[in-house]
T-cell receptor, first 115, second 113 residues
Framework: NAGVMQNPRHLVRRRGQEARLRCSPM?????VYWYRQLPEEGLKFMVY????????ESGMPKERFSAEFPKEGPSILRIQQVVRGDSAAYFC?????????????FGDGTRLSIL | AQSVAQPEDQVNVAEGNPLTVKCTYS??????LFWYVQYPNRGLQFLLK??????LVKGSYGFEAEFNKSQTSFHLKKPSALVSDSALYFC???????????FGAGTRLTVKP
């Protein structure tokens, strides 16, 4: 399967712990986007990254959230000191070369539950 | 900034009947418009897009959408609904000058046998 791979599919954390969500883009894709989806709601843009660069992080909360897309390896969305309100599905999407007329390809998401 | 509205939370149709899922958008420049479908516990799957050209766009699974610039709409349609079309549908818009894609809140389509 050469699609966008996200892991883990489900992640349970206690309040105050750290959550690390991983995303491997489709083969040949160098642009990664992270979205958050609350139950029965649409997707909210969080961050857009290229390899080793954050292009647009206008949707990221100012505190506790960070993202990276290193030269080697998957993109990581990191949430420090998680709170109950962080419970959501987090989706990663990838595309080629940031072309705005191309669709993004989505992974199946990581469902984060905070106890 | 761009935005998308899907005015209906829920659409119910009988199998075999035509379906329409509505979407209106707002952008400052020319829009790129997309429809995605989401099945339970899955990510979004791309259905179709409008970039330029013919206002009627055909996509996957027999779906099509009509771009109407004067009404700033991009409604999703299918001539004959299937029970398997039941899912959550998202409209999305991207300004040609912007990085992020804005999604609507989604419309849950239920097709009853």
């Amino acid at each position: 399967n050469a699609g966008v791979m996200q892991n883990p599919r489900h992640l349970v954390r206690r309040r105050g712990q750290e959550a690390r969500l991983r995303c491997s883009p489709m083969k040949g894709h160098s642009h990664v986007y992270w979205y958050r989806q609350l139950p029965e709601e649409g997707l909210k843009f969080m961050v857009y990254l290229q390899k080793e660069n954050i292009i647009d992080e206008s949707g990221m909360p100012k505190e506790r959230f960070s993202a990276e897309f290193p030269k080697e390896g998957p993109s990581i969305l990191r949430i420090q000191q998680v709170v109950r309100g962080d419970s959501a599905a987090y989706f990663c999407a990838s595309s080629t070369a940031g072309q705005h007329n191309q669709p993004q390809h989505f992974g199946d998401g990581t469902r984060l539950s905070i106890l | 900034a761009q935005s998308v509205a899907q005015p209906e939370d829920q659409v119910n149709v009988a199998e075999g009947n035509p379906l329409t899922v509505k979407c209106t958008y707002s952008v400052s420049g020319n829009p790129y418009l997309f429809w995605y479908v989401q099945y339970p516990n899955r990510g979004l799957q791309f259905l179709l897009k409008y970039i330029t050209g013919d206002n009627l766009v055909k996509g996957s699974y027999g779906f099509e959408a009509e771009f109407n610039k004067s009404q700033t709409s991009f409604h999703l349609k299918k001539p004959s609904a299937l029970v398997s079309d039941s899912a959550l549908y998202f409209c999305a818009v991207r300004d040609i000058n912007n990085n992020d894609m804005r999604f609507g809140a989604g419309t849950r389509l239920t097709v009853k046998p």
